[in-house]
């Protein structure tokens, strides 16, 4: 794992061309602390930087930026190729292979760009990655992404210069970029808790499209990427070709394909591991990892005092019947919110998913051990793991045979009962369906948009959201076109619920999931890999009917059949839990402090992007406890302390908070 830099540029001295490219690498130095060089020709003003996470020849030979043997292409490359030595192989037999330096996956691409062009080539990997090509031949530079986008990847266009790099803080220190907030993008994160490609938080700067190629030269202005795949045409596929075998079948073909993935991922020449929440996805990979290894497998999963958050009983359980070296943290809520000042450095941009806390941890915990861990990421969008897939259709199986006048009466009586009333009436239900789902905000959040409906989609839509009326919230803003908000572009799929799960698959998983992990993981020089998301998986995985994944209220039927193989389903046969802290309690006790001087109106004026009016309302209203938005306010608060991190607010709440936790006996981030 690594990071990249670079930029083109027309005009610029060697030396000049070198310095700014030292200094965009070194903002992404967590990402490769083991290696570091440029590559720069001031005849054209090209420039690369590299900074190397050493996993796969750690040798010399796997120094960047790196040359083709042909002389034509210098890379920097991100990520992993899984299948490298078959590639070498394919090249061996045909007559193509160079004269190999070394053995890492890099050298082997550039071979194969060499001999098929970059489009063939990339079509051929298996793999997760981001890179920067070079054409010296034609004065080009390519960039690209692997198919589900696990690798990040920034460019644009400031003044007379192209830059791109792994992160956005290292496009922020090139002496052209133009440090101007999107407003547009910033109502697009109060919406959905991140902001979904291609935009970014910066006026000018995109992120690059997953299984995508963007081909520019000096006077490439205005280039759109090109696919190389793509999920809708898998989508669309496997609606043509459904999988017509039994049960049975589909968990044999599963395994088989997700065994192989696995195996490939497992290529490493440093220490590797995975780790494990005890849920049904990691727990499916460290089976296969540990059927697959004559050595105990090293898992990791942190654990929290409050029970109702705390999962780590059913990860040693499991590590304990599988045989692997397991390592388990139990941490303090003090513990995690000593975290809370580093996420606006590590996530770059507002992001809002407060899982992103406890991952961040976990990472940090896996690599005093461990340089490599696999992850169960992409099994819950492919495979139907959240309880809303279940749950939409029979909400909206009501909504549409009812009428408005009907809805509107159901509306007000759904706000006539508290939430917490409503959480203690559905107790005995909800308690069979996990123990965070307390479902009275989910109602009172329903009643909100009942007559407004008028399709499964839009329900979706208005339910996922965590603030609605974004254009006021977000004074100056305009409503930005994006997949998540244009539901005719959606993927058309074989029901509504497959559609709305290749929605998540397209945008929720890449611009949230992705995003929280890979951050998290390269703040802490980890490496992560995801065997779901090998395409071959996930191709097989839109071939399901939905009968295969989705049972009564339990997702991911054929990934439990295939983990009740090697372990006895009383270790997993619960509902999902998820990742989750208690924002909602916190922010009226823990962390109330904190939010409260974040939260104020002359806080929100100061900053400059919210209504201070609506903002302050919805803290009344949470602390009153007549509603729970701790999401949107988690919201507020990301956009805040990263808004501190940009010197663009005269507030020092967040080092206030870390002087405040650590005094508390906290661990000091």
Request: aromatic share 8%; charged share 20%.
């Amino acid at each position: 794992m690594c990071g990249l830099v670079g930029f083109l540029q027309a005009g610029s001295s060697a030396m000049g061309l070198a310095d700014v490219a030292v200094t965009m690498a070194s903002q992404v130095r967590h990402r490769g602390p083991d290696d570091a060089d440029v590559w720069v020709d001031s005849s054209v003003g090209v420039a690369l930087g590299h900074r190397r996470l050493a996993i796969i020849d750690t040798s010399a030979a796997g120094h960047q930026p790196m040359h083709s043997a042909s002389g034509r292409y210098v890379i920097v490359f991100n990520g992993e190729i899984y299948n490298h030595l078959e590639l070498r192989r394919t090249l061996t037999v045909s007559g193509m292979a160079p004269a190999w330096r070394g053995h890492s996956d890099t050298e082997t691409l550039l071979a194969c760009v060499d001999a098929w062009g970059l489009e063939r080539a990339l079509q051929a990997c298996l793999g997760m990655f981001a890179l920067a090509l070079w054409d010296r031949r034609d004065r080009e530079i390519a960039l690209a992404r692997d198919r589900f986008g696990e690798k990040p990847l920034y460019y644009g266009w400031h003044g007379n210069a192209f830059i791109f790099g792994s992160e956005l803080k290292a496009l922020t220190v090139h002496p052209k970029f133009q440090r101007e907030i999107d407003r547009d993008a910033v109502a697009l994160f109060m919406r959905y808790g991140y902001i979904p490609t291609p935009r970014s938080i910066w006026k000018g700067i995109r992120k690059l499209s997953p299984s995508t190629i963007l081909r520019t030269g000096i006077g490439g202005r205005g280039a759109e990427p090109a696919e190389y795949w793509s999920l809708e045409q898998a989508i669309e596929s496997g609606r043509r070709d459904p999988f017509d075998g039994s049960a049975e079948d589909a968990a044999t073909e599963f395994e088989h394909r997700l065994r192989t993935s696995v195996r490939g991922q497992m290529l490493s020449d440093v220490p590797l591991g995975a780790l494990l929440s005890g849920g049904i996805d990691s727990s499916t990979i460290v089976a296969l990892m540990q059927a697959q290894s004559d050595v105990p497998i090293h898992t990791y999963s942190i654990g929290f005092l409050d029970a109702a958050y705390d999962e780590s009983a059913f990860a040693a359980e499991i590590a304990r019947h599988l045989g692997t070296r397991h390592t388990e943290l139990l941490m303090t809520s003090e513990d995690v919110i000593a975290s809370i000042p580093r996420m606006p450095q590590i996530y770059d941009e507002p992001f809002a998913d407060s899982s992103q806390l406890p991952t961040s941890l976990v990472m940090s915990l896996a690599r005093q051990h461990v340089t490599v861990a696999l992850t169960g990421d992409g099994g819950d969008e492919l495979f139907g793991g959240y309880s809303r897939y279940a749950m939409l259709p029979l909400v909206w199986g009501g909504l549409r045979r009812t009428p408005y006048a009907l809805r509107n009466l159901a509306a007000r009586l759904l706000r006539g009962v508290s939430i917490d009333g409503w959480n203690r009436i559905l107790q005995p239900v909800t308690r069979h369906l996990g123990s965070r789902l307390l479902v009275g905000d989910k109602l009172h959040k329903l009643a909100e948009h009942l007559c407004d409906v008028r399709s499964m989609d839009q329900l979706h839509l208005a339910l996922s959201a965590a603030w609605t009326d974004t254009q006021i919230l977000v004074p100056g803003s305009q409503a930005a076109t994006v997949l998540l908000n244009t539901p005719s572009d959606w993927p058309e799929a074989a029901d509504p619920v497959s559609r709305i799960m290749a929605l998540d698959a397209l945008t929720y998983m890449t611009d949230d999931i992705l995003v929280k992990v890979d951050r998290a993981a390269m703040a802490a020089s980890l490496e992560t890999r995801a065997p779901f998301l090998d395409h071959r998986v996930a191709e097989f995985a839109w071939r399901l009917p939905l009968r295969y994944k989705i049972a009564g209220n339990l997702g991911k039927k054929v990934v439990r059949d295939v983990l009740q193989r090697f372990v006895p389903m009383a270790l997993f046969d619960r509902p999902k839990q998820g990742f989750a802290i208690p924002v909602d309690r916190w922010l009226r006790n823990e962390l109330r402090d904190w939010a409260e001087a974040l939260l104020a109106p002359e806080a929100i004026r100061a900053a400059g992007f919210l209504d201070e009016r609506m903002v302050s309302l919805t803290w009344q209203q949470h602390l009153a406890g007549s509603r729970d938005f701790g999401v949107r306010l988690w919201a507020v608060l990301m956009l805040q302390t990263w808004l501190q991190h940009q010197n663009l607010s005269d507030s020092v709440e967040s080092r206030d908070l870390r002087i405040r936790v650590a005094s508390q006996g906290g661990l000091a981030a």
